[in-house]
């Protein structure tokens, strides 16, 4: 489970840096804060578990909140790290990115659906709103239910990219945030559509959760095509900092990228680099 322990015991921990230099930053130099986007999350929680392991007296903590939180918290010298399931873009330039993994993003829908398939036409209309039921495109005779991410998520930022959406055309009738969220709320709704990280939907899917993903432009929702560079809308899946990293952070950093995490990589069902 990821840890809920608050942000605000960070920001108290600065202001006694200055005055109790010696003690307090060796407790720092065990201790990093990590923010920012769910999907990056689980994979990062296994590495820091592992990392703790071997650094006895080292405590990570991983908190999530989407991609723009942890831009922000990145930018604003709150954590160590930002957490973001994108590339960073051209404004972004004052923030250096370090790609742990690759990972998809893919459309799902209930196991009970008997579409198999979507066009960018058919998928820009529904969550348009201007087709509404699974009839209109092949299904049963039932009301669709458009599953949509928040404001925020770097998944939602792609998705929208790729189909060619503004954000103000999309009729959602639910709005979830992290990937574990869409899933339950796909996987709860023969009607619903959405889209999550397809390493979390294999995963889950792999566990029996009543989800399958859809191909997309005629290739396979799978890992293994992310891998293969097929799939049409993959990401980098980063940590980024405002500073170059020193001491533990670059420890960590070294660690995570190194190929002594490639199991925990494929674990959680994306693709090393």
């Not at 831009?71 to 590339?87: E, K, N, T």
């Not at 529904?126 to 092949?138: L, S």
């Amino acid at each position: 489970m990821l840890s809920r322990r608050p942000l605000l015991a960070v920001g108290l921990l600065a202001p006694l840096l200055a005055a109790r230099p010696t003690g307090l930053r060796a407790q720092a130099d065990k201790r990093l804060l990590l923010s920012g986007s769910s999907t990056v999350a689980p994979l990062v929680l296994e590495i820091a578990k592992r990392f703790e392991s071997l650094n006895p007296g080292v405590r990570i903590e991983v908190q999530t909140g989407g991609s723009s939180r942890g831009l922000a918290d990145a930018r604003q010298g709150r954590v160590a790290f930002g957490m973001v399931s994108r590339a960073l873009k051209p404004e972004e330039a004052d923030l250096q990115a370090y790609t742990l993994a690759r990972d998809g993003i893919g459309l799902i829908v209930h196991r009970s659906n008997p579409v198999v398939a979507l066009s960018a036409a058919q998928v820009q209309a529904i969550y348009t709103g201007q087709v509404r039921d699974w009839a209109a495109v092949g299904g049963p005779a039932r009301p669709i239910s458009v599953v949509h991410k928040a404001e925020g998520r770097s998944t939602q930022e792609l998705f929208l990219q790729h189909f060619g959406l503004p954000g103000s055309a999309v009729k959602p009738q639910v709005v979830i945030g992290d990937n574990a969220q869409g899933i339950k709320t796909v996987a709860g709704n023969p009607g619903a559509i959405g889209y999550v990280s397809i390493g979390s939907a294999e995963f889950e899917a792999g566990l029996g959760t009543p989800i399958r993903l859809l191909p997309m432009d005629g290739v396979p929702a799978t890992v293994a095509e992310v891998q293969r560079g097929r799939f049409p809308i993959s990401r980098p899946l980063n940590l980024v900092s405002a500073q170059a990293p020193t001491g533990l952070a670059a420890r960590f950093l070294a660690y995570a990228r190194s190929p002594a995490v490639h199991d925990l990589v494929r674990e959680q069902f994306f693709v090393p680099v």
